[in-house]
């Protein structure tokens, strides 16, 4: 028997508890590897540095650390950290090996520049490249663009506006409902695109329907930051991530046991994405203004954790679809999202607490044909159209305003609340960052070593505090 919301009884709390352990068992494996705890083996430490790294040389060392993301891929093996200095890279990591439980690849963006030597600085990695906004001429379609492109195109975007990606055209109903021609579909929608890719031609309109040489461009062209596909016991902490044709951290078909820590991730198809993969970690992650979701668990995953990540102006917050079972959505501050808060579409056994939901587009709370347990979370609606809670069973619609009236129809959510959920976390400012990141390299050179700072390793003291505080 399915149900849109049916109360799963004595699950919650063990099942929760147990889960708890196994992971904080897991991330105290990471910390311990980070940190170089006796007892865990570290194959190799190596070290990428945008400032003054050489691929020619072994990165072993800070001072004989590589310049690019890539030399990562099939470097690393179980037990191996990798340190990676601030700056912009404009690359991608695919894991190529498998880590193992009590040896763990670790990739670690040193913002402080603690384990680098550099001055400390935001570690940036996008799939996106600049473009010169003058070879695109006028299309005969009025508000068009084209210019030729010789490899593949998967987005675009305005780093002088709010930093969104531009639309595809393939899923708008435009194209599959009404069956517009694809470059009809972009000279009617504003921040779209379409890339032929028999003919090499990307045809855009910009947000204003200016000419693209009048904002400042770029073209995404790579997938994802970190990619993990059928691989284990990987461990991604720390590094921003933007514009990827999916997503910054992507934990892919049979990989599990992954970790994704302190990380930001924006204007990408997902910030996170859990797909077909077991045991993974989403914690304290920053995800906004990502075309489908801040976190998604997709494709029958098991067992995904989101806890303590901030998720704002994405389409969904943080999602479960698709037979994923397991779930647990935990101590979430979910906001100014367009559609949903948190989504569970046809994903049983989901387990949603202490959580701050509000001002979500559409609803705080969507459950689809789903199985879950939710209490002692926070949602408060921002307008008059937000709806509290709303559930699509396959023989009717029940949407509910008012928590109370939730509570008294699904008998969830008892022991939470409705308005008061306290400040919100502040947004990130994109333009400081593009511009810190673009200027990083000639700035960091300039100064001497005494310029980075002496305290280091933030990031794994919240994972400790976090650990001993619960």
Sequence with gaps: ???????VGCFDTSAARLRAARRRAALSLAVAVVLGAPGVPAAATYYVRQTVGDDVRDGLKPQTAWQHLSKLSSAMHAGDVAYVGPGLYRDEIVVENDGAPEARIVFVADTTGQHT???????????ADPVDGTIFAPHTVPGVYTARIPSMVWGAVEMDGPQYRYGGTRETRELVVEKMAPIDVVAKLPSTYYYDEAEKVLYLHT??????AAHEMELIHRGNGIFVQGKH???????????MQDSGVSFFKGSGDGIAVDNTSYGS????????????????????????CGVYFAAQSANGEAIGNTA???????RWSSQSVDGLCLDNTLFDNHERGIAIENADRAL????????NGASQLLVIESVYSSERNCYESGGPTELIAEFYPYFATDRYKTLAEYQRAKHQDLSSGAGGCGPLPAKVDVHRVHAETLAYAERARKLPNGGRESEGGASVRRWLDWLLGR
């Design 117 to 127: 030597g550099d001055p400390p600085g935001t570690v940036m990695v996008t799939g």
């Design 233 to 243: 016991y990987v461990t991604v902490m720390g590094f921003t991530f933007r514009h």
């Design 207 to 212: 947000s204003d329907g200016r000419p693209p």
């Design 352 to 359: 949603v607490r202490r959580n701050r939901v509000v001002n």
């Design 1 to 7: 028997m399915s149900g849109a919301g049916r109360d």
């Design 269 to 292: 198809r997902q910030g996170i994405r859990v797909y077909g993969a077991t045991n993974v970690l989403v914690y304290g992650n920053t995800l906004f203004r990502n075309e489908n």
């Design 312 to 318: 704002y102006e994405n389409t969904k917050g943080v």
